[in-house]
């Protein structure tokens, strides 16, 4: 159980107001989520952050809003865990958030996170997810986030004190995964993390095909996920990634948005299969 995490008196509550919290956000055409992501980390009631963007060469806005955002804006292709591993090595921070452009963090947030972090003697905080969304698809992906919320060994850290994040770094070969990478080395090392009282809100996708072909380009990399993490790995991907029956309790109160759920999740699955079969087939192409 997590302790109170409110400072003990005023010495502690200014100590902690001057510790530095690095964020960092990758991004790539990012400009239909940045600037909110943006405002609401400007709402913070923690004074003391900054914000890191490493950006993959966005064609659309996504660079004016970071810089007139005021924040550390950095250029690099590559994976999202070669922008974050960027990002931490830029950063000065004591702790380090790493969010993605479409995720929005309530005022008291990092400010609780930090007092919870030194309250308990722990290295992270997992943070679950909230959906945003007003669309179908969206309340359906919501209904999964929410799943997986219920479930602390699925859900993975995002806040970190640096030293930690520092030492263990993302793995910039893979592109999918990376996060449950980290938390598997984390805890290999005896590092602890809890589940905090806070949320991300994670604002949604509206388009199915964006979330298909993500699916096809998650499955082409799934060999190395496979390869260096091995059977621990399906625990998190399988078709039912939660107990069967916390998952009948939700359709049975959702039964609508259940059933798009095993609909989507089979489609997912599908598409996920193509890219690992499609991944097969140029290994023997010799592509």
Known sequence: MLHNPTPKNRHDEETSQKQLVSIIIPTKNSESYLNECLTFIKQQTHPNIETIIVDSYSK???QTMAQTNNTIFIQQKGTAAKARNTGIKQSKGKYIFLLDADHLILPNTVKICIETIQKNNIEALILPEKSITTSSWGKIIAFEHNLIAEE??????RFFKAEVLTQLGEDENLVFGEDWDLYQRFKKQHFKAAVSTEHILHKETNSLSKILIKNIFYGRAFKKLVKKQGATIYRRYTFLPVPTKKFIKHTINHPSVGAGFIFLRFFR?????IGVTTSFVRKDNGE
């Open 152 to 157: 602390p060994s699925l859900a993975m850290p």
């Open 269 to 273: 699955i599908l598409f996920f299969l």
């Open 60 to 62: 659309d806005n996504t």
